[in-house]
């Protein structure tokens, strides 16, 4: 390997360079040497013509040597007539290191990303043209001088726009049509595909289960088609088992609703009751825990893990709901919040004898057995009829109040002979009704309330079955008010959609945006309902 001075003999180096001082006289020399060597050994380097002069790149090579402090050396092994001009050293950074200082950049440099004009929509289009037809010549169709720049300064875009802008207006008039100011931007880009209903009808349903199944049907991608889903072109649908439904029942049902119209507003102006002297009570298992629930854990997070003697016996309480319409003030406060109790049907038993989870005489609660009419009837005596005396708005007085419950067999009738000793007291009359067989859609509690009710309860996780009672009871009373308002409103919308299909129950539930309607100050507590309807009903 080469030496150090080896090295720099063959850059050009001499001893001369290397102390720093040299004088105006030796870098004179040097330069003559330096020319002279270069036309006699130009063809021996090879790199140009022969007899080509070339660049003194000398100064340039010192200059770079004496600002990065490299001390150039001279020594022997190579001929000074193989001097290589000095270009760059490999220690030294590129120019592309350095970057520019925005001290010496200009104006056109540090802001060559200039911002992009707006696309020109549809309104400001035509606002342009009104400016335009605002400054045109009496008699002519052309503008006054200076108008379009005024319009280029005034809504910043360029003198072709606004010009293609008059001219296109100007070709309307000579074809006598209105000015159609609409662009064709929409038609740019690549076209959606499109699907029709016919293509989508004629596939069987087993087919069309699920978004591959329905692309592989279309012959289109499955990201094509779950696009179509997000537009609405194509939408999702879940089929529940809906009650069958007789023509004795389509006949009660029908009979039913028009029962809840005013009868001096029939057949004008069909308007349902207000509804706030009617209480509605319904029954339901709420199970201890559900058999799947899905939960959103941290990255690292253990999997929870739960676990039971048996999926099919899983422990449960059966409850008893009543509610009635809440109240509200002139101001949108809730005056009552027409909650009058869930109640379980359960036992407090004293242990028999001693387990591993409790000694002997611990007090224990214990399900019913059988709820039948004898616990049926000791609920609504021993429970409902003090609720509703204790909570009741005192302002309405006395009251005729009729209480709405199912065709179960469990539930009793008006003329129940222990009934009919404390249906009525302290001026409240109670009168038990019946709703149309079949018709879980005609009761407050299974239209949406218990659903709400147990959405609520399983977030709280009881562990215990005397965990499982309070869980309950909190998410019935954590419930807002306003929810079941909405609630009583979607039954009144659910009425005229029994009127609509002659009785039956093939139909959608309802939505109404009753949200916005309120925001809007649009929503009414009593629904009208269509007079078509109602005649044919009739």
């Known amino acids: 390997m080469a030496s150090d001075q080896e090295e720099d003999e063959f850059l050009g180096f001499s001893d001369d360079e290397g102390d720093g001082t040299n004088s105006d006289s030796d870098y004179d020399d040097d330069e003559a040497t330096q020319n002279a060597e270069s036309e006699v050994n130009a063809h021996q380097i090879g790199d140009f013509e022969h ?36 270009l ?33 929509n549809n309104e400001l289009r035509l606002e342009i043209l009104l400016f335009l037809l605002l400054r045109k010549e009496k008699h002519s169709d052309e503008l006054i001088h200076g108008t379009n720049r005024q319009a280029v300064i005034k809504f910043g875009y ?54 591959i199944d329905l692309a592989r049907m279309l012959n289109l991608s499955p990201t094509t088609v779950w696009r179509m889903v997000k537009r609405k072109q194509i ?7 809906n009650p069958s439904i007789s023509e004795e029942c389509k006949m009660a049902r029908m009979k039913w609703v028009l029962g809840l119209l005013m009868d001096y507003s029939i057949p004008n102006d069909p308007t349902y009751y207000s509804m706030y002297d009617f209480i509605h009570i319904d029954e339901k298992w709420f199970y201890l825990t559900q058999k799947s629930q899905r939960v959103y854990l941290a990255n690292n997070e253990p999997f929870p893990h739960k676990k039971g003697k048996s999926r099919t016996k899983i422990p449960k309480f059966m409850f008893m709901a009543a509610v009635a319409r809440p109240r509200w003030g002139q101001d ?35 399900p019913i057995k059988s709820v039948n009419q004898i616990a049926t009837r000791v609920m609504l005596i021993n429970y409902l009829i003090p609720a509703i005396k204790e909570k009741w708005p005192p302002h ?28 009525k007291q302290d001026g409240f009359t109670l009168i038990l009704t019946q709703q149309p067989a079949n018709s879980p ?12 009710i147990q959405s609520l309860m399983h977030k709280k996780m009881p562990k215990t079955v005397e965990d499982l009672s309070g869980a309950v009871t909190e998410a019935y009373n954590e419930l807002h008010a306003k929810t079941l308002s909405n609630v009583w409103m ?9 009127l609509k299909h002659k009785g039956d129950n093939n139909y959608q539930l309802p939505h109404n945006k009753k949200k916005i309607l309120e925001d809007e100050g649009n929503l009414a507590e009593q629904v009208k309902a269509p007079r078509w309807a109602v005649n044919e009903c009739k």
């Open 51 to 86: 007899n080509q002069q070339l660049p003194d790149l000398n100064e340039v090579g010192q200059e770079y040597a004496q600002e990065c402090e490299v001390g150039p050396q001279h020594t022997s092994g190579i001929s000074d007539n193989h001097s290589v001009p000095f």
């Open 490 to 498: 979607s039954l009144q919308y659910v009425g005229n959609e029994i």
């Open 332 to 366: 949108g406060q809730c005056e009552w919040d027409g909650k009058l109790g869930i109640f379980p049907f359960t036992d407090a038993m004293a242990a028999k004898r001693t387990s591993k989870n409790r000694v002997k005489g611990t007090i224990e609660t214990k």
């Open 235 to 241: 939408k999702p649908h879940s089929s529940p088992l």
């Open 158 to 211: 360029t003198r072709k726009t606004i010009r293609l802008i008059w001219q296109r207006a100007l070709a309307h008039k000579a074809a006598m049509d209105s000015y159609f100011y609409d662009s064709k931007y929409h038609n740019c880009g690549r076209k959606r595909i499109q699907v029709t209903y016919e293509s989508i009808a004629s596939i069987g349903m087993g087919d069309r289960t699920t978004i």
């Open 441 to 452: 859609d005609c009761n407050i509690l299974d239209l949406g309330f218990f659903r709400s």
């Open 88 to 120: 760059f050293d490999l220690n030294m950074p590129t120019q592309q290191e350095f970057p520019p200082s925005p001290i010496h950049q200009t104006e056109t440099e540090q802001n060559h990303h200039k911002p992009r004009t707006p696309r020109i």
């Open 396 to 423: 309405e007085g006395e009251k005729v109040i009729y209480i709405i419950q199912d065709n179960a067999k469990a539930h009793i009738l008006q003329n129940d002979q222990e009934w009919q000793q404390h249906y």
